[in-house]
């Protein structure tokens, strides 16, 4: 290639590349002297969105030195939800749906946090059976979404095999929550005040049998991989978060005890019946990608401990609160009088009005500090939604979590921080 096709090559590069720091016109210059060679080993990369080595609709413009990513850009693309705009133009009972689409490999999460949220501006208190059932329907999605989360990972560096291992009983726990609110995924269970619907006849039964199975599979699991030494290179040491980094860039949840920060809501901000159950919390110290895949783990074996005690614990009772404002009316009750058919149609069509206020509730989600920041003016719907996900400030870290480390290296920090698509919406 001849110098002017060379310097119109150069030209053309596009302007996201100015963010580098390269000098020239496009911070790009030619070099005339014996450095050449070394300028010419190096390369912009687009690394996603429509590469298997990304989650969802990812995107970063790597500087490579040979395979060494010397410095990176990283954004999120968008997915078009705009789901806290949402939350301003549907009432508190539509929105709940919504909330299924932030982590949707945990949707119960959601559910249970956002309807925190609002029955606390409301001073609604939840019977205790909705509390024990929406414990146990938490830490389930938490040990589905760890069980994605160490899996994906897994097969990103190589290790195919070793996601199947947990795959049926993730297809189980999908089951037991399809036989609470007849969806497997996209959940909506929660209700303003309650639950959708009551758990059936022997349901703990065979949620404490479904948490044997997968406690002897984690285990299985664990002495699979733990101590491969293929997985130890490829995971020690490499993508290290430390903890003034976790720090400074916000980092909670399993991601930020992976670096010696000993935080977790259900211990330290406790609410349902978080402290009336037996649980340790898992921390590390190094913040490398193992540890980030070692405290998932040892966190699913602490939840399948809660789950076992909340299904001891559990009694019979009702699973909505005794108030008209949010209560749905029962079917016989809408079919059979005019006062209920009125207020099923009042209910769904205009909703319930929260008292005027604001106020911000946050829970111990999968990933980390799930929060919903909601402003009432008295009316149906919120006047301000903001939400706090996880994942939106742990893909900030990706691009310094990565530099100086092999491309290969990428796909192995980007799986272990594990960042959902659907919570990055802006």
């Not at 302007?15 to 060679?37: E, H, M, T």
């Not at 406690?215 to 664990?222: H, K, Q």
Request: aromatic share 12%; glycine share 8%.
């Amino acid at each position: 290639m001849s110098d002017s096709e060379n310097k119109k090559f150069i030209n053309d590069v596009p302007l996201d590349i100015a963010r580098f720091g390269l000098p020239g016109q496009y911070n790009i210059s030619v070099k005339q002297d014996s450095d050449d060679i070394f300028e010419d080993s190096k390369v912009f990369v687009n690394i996603g969105p429509t590469h298997p080595a990304m989650h969802g609709a990812f995107r970063c413009m790597a500087k490579l030195n040979g395979e060494i990513i010397e410095k990176s850009y990283c954004e999120f693309g968008y997915t078009h939800r705009g789901k806290e705009k949402l939350g301003e133009n549907r009432t508190y009972h539509q929105y709940v749906v919504y909330t299924d689409r932030l982590n949707y490999c945990s949707s119960l999460i959601n559910n249970v946090t956002y309807a925190m949220a609002v029955e606390r501006m409301m001073g609604i208190e939840v019977p205790e059976r909705a509390i024990w059932i929406r414990m146990m329907c938490a830490e389930i999605a938490r040990v589905i979404d760890h069980l994605i989360c160490v899996g994906i990972n897994a097969v990103d560096l190589g290790a195919f095999s070793y996601f199947l291992y947990g795959y049926h009983q993730r297809e189980k726990a999908y089951t037991l929550i399809e036989k609470l609110c007849g969806a497997r995924l996209t959940t909506s269970y929660t209700r303003i005040g309650g639950l959708m619907a009551d758990a059936p006849d022997g349901w703990e039964k065979e949620v404490k049998e479904w948490v044997k199975e997968t406690e002897a599979v984690i285990e299985e699991m664990d002495q699979l991989l733990t101590e491969n030494r293929i997985w130890l290179k490829r995971t020690k040491d490499v993508a290290i978060f430390n903890k003034e980094q976790c720090l400074k860039y916000s980092f909670t949840g399993p991601n930020a005890r992976a670096a010696g920060i000993d935080i977790d809501l259900r211990r330290d901000q406790p609410c349902m019946f978080y402290d009336k159950i037996d649980f340790d919390i898992p921390v590390a110290q190094v913040g490398d990608v193992f540890d980030r895949y070692f405290v998932r783990m040892e966190e699913m074996k602490q939840s399948l401990k809660m789950i076992t005690q909340c299904a001891d614990r559990i009694k019979k009772g009702p699973v909505w609160a005794d108030d008209k404002r949010t209560r749905i009316p029962d079917k016989d009750v809408v079919y059979n009088t005019m006062e209920g058919l009125i207020h099923h149609f009042k209910f769904f069509m205009t909703g319930f009005k929260v008292p005027p206020g604001e106020a911000y509730t946050s829970f111990e989600a999968a990933n980390g500090e799930l929060g919903f920041y909601i402003i009432s003016k008295g009316d149906s719907s919120a006047h301000r939604m903001r939400i706090r996900s996880p994942s939106f400030w742990h893909y900030q870290g990706l691009d310094p979590m990565i530099q100086g480390e092999f491309i290969a290296d990428l796909v192995a920090a980007l799986g272990s921080i594990n960042v959902i698509a659907g919570e990055l919406d802006r």
